[in-house]
Each structure stands twice: as C-alpha cells, then as structure tokens.
C-alpha cells in the first residue's frame, strides 16, 4: 500500500507509485489545511494515483482533527464527491 509522506520542507504530502511521486502542497494553519495544488506525473495521470494521495490525505486529516480548504480543483471535486470525507470541508 502506498505510504502517505509529509514534506515538510516543500509543504507537501506525496506518495510514491511505479516510482513516480504524486504530491499535494499545502499550506497548514492551526487545524485547518489548505490543499493548493495536487499534481500527479504524466504517466501515473487517469491511474488513480491522485484519488489514492487525496484519500490517503483525507485519512491523515481525520486522525489528526483538520479541516480542509481545498483552492485546488481536482481537491475541491474529490472531496465533494466522497461521502466519506465531504464533511471535512471547511
């Protein structure tokens, strides 16, 4: 399974597959984090991989008792189509 990663440094989370990183920077405040930007390389784009980084993320935010404000697009449509983590939304 793929391991969530938090780049501090960069102030991203990313994952690795097939080798490839998909990463999602943020900008974290108190308990609220805000998604700017996923991206997920060329070849890993229509796989999945980013759906795996957003959901993976999403879980780390439960467990951690964040909100999200997702300015990214494809962040803002993943969430609202999860009915499992929509109520993040802040």
Known sequence: ??????NTAASRFEIDTDGE?????YRRSGDTL???WVEAPPALRG???????MKLLAQEAVASGWRIVPVCGYAAAWLRRSSEFRGLVD
């Open 47 to 53: 796989s999945g991989a980013a759906g795996k980084l």
């Open 21 to 25: 990183t998909v990463f999602a920077n």
């Open 34 to 36: 805000t998604i700017l």
């Open 1 to 6: 399974m793929d391991q969530l990663r938090d």
